[in-house]
């Protein structure tokens, strides 16, 4: 039994285009990899046609499980949701206690979390330690260095 994923339109779209780029270019040029080492001769003694079989079930491994992680996505309808607390496409804008350091961050979902443009996962620490808070609460999280409590400040869309 797999877990469902929820996505944004956009991470769901970029996952299905990624799944057809896979098995529209990668999966023929696999075949055609195999069928080219195939053709150098003894296949018994032949690492190139060993190479390229083990390549393809990789490919069709990973295809696999994208079709799956398809199966059980879930679209979340932004408008619907509650700003009163933190939940997964929430943006937070948080305060560390420590430093004063403030910071907005956007959950996501695993796969469309990317650091650099805000978004971290809901199954990060910091993403799993604000989930259910309110503005105003401060959310202690254990991150590898310790406990880090920050100051929630503001919940958007």
Known sequence: MSKVSYYTLEG???LREELNHLKDVERPKASQAIAEARDKGDLSENAEYDAAKEAQGMLEMKISKMEETLANA??????QLDTSKVLALSTVKIKNQLNGMEMTYTLVAESEADLASGKISVNSPIGKGLLGKSVGDIAEIQVPSGIMKFDILEISR
């Open 12 to 14: 769901l779209k970029k």
């Open 74 to 79: 879930r679209v979340i309808d932004e408008s």
